[in-house]
């Protein structure tokens, strides 16, 4: 069975870190590109950041360049988002996504994407 499960997510106050991971069963994510999105309340899903399958290419929005970073350990099937400097308009629901995609095409953080995680809460507040 193909599921993607994050974690990580929790309350933390503003200008903290978090750090959330993408955990990968029953599929490899070598040949993957991998996203993660958020969705607040109220708010349409957003695309954050991505990284193609080879880690050549990684990609973020413009409200979390120089604060987010993702990475990936293809070894543990497993990709990271480091949130530092984290703000309250951060707050919302994070997701994890997975596309198969040759490294020479990137990624796009809007994807399409093929598999999603069931997401993971991210509340940033005093």
């Known amino acids: 069975q193909v599921q993607l499960v994050e974690s990580g997510g929790g309350l933390v106050q503003p200008g903290g870190s978090l750090r959330l991971s993408c955990a990968a069963s029953?599929?490899?994510?070598?040949?993957?590109?991998i996203g993660w999105l958020r969705q607040a309340p109220g708010k349409e899903r957003e695309g954050v950041s991505c990284i193609s399958s080879s880690s050549g290419t990684t990609n973020y929005a413009e409200s979390v360049k120089g604060r987010f970073t993702i990475s990936r350990d293809n070894a543990k099937n497993t990709v990271y988002l480091q949130m530092n400097s984290l703000k309250p308009e951060d707050t919302a629901v994070y997701y994890c996504?997975?596309?198969?995609?040759?490294?020479?095409?990137?990624?796009?953080?809007?994807?399409?994407?093929?598999?999603w995680g069931q997401g993971t809460q991210v509340t940033v507040s005093s």
């Open positions: 996504a997975a596309v198969q995609r040759p490294y020479q095409l990137g990624c796009t953080i809007w994807g399409p994407y093929d598999y």
């Open positions: 029953g599929f490899t994510l070598d040949y993957y590109a």
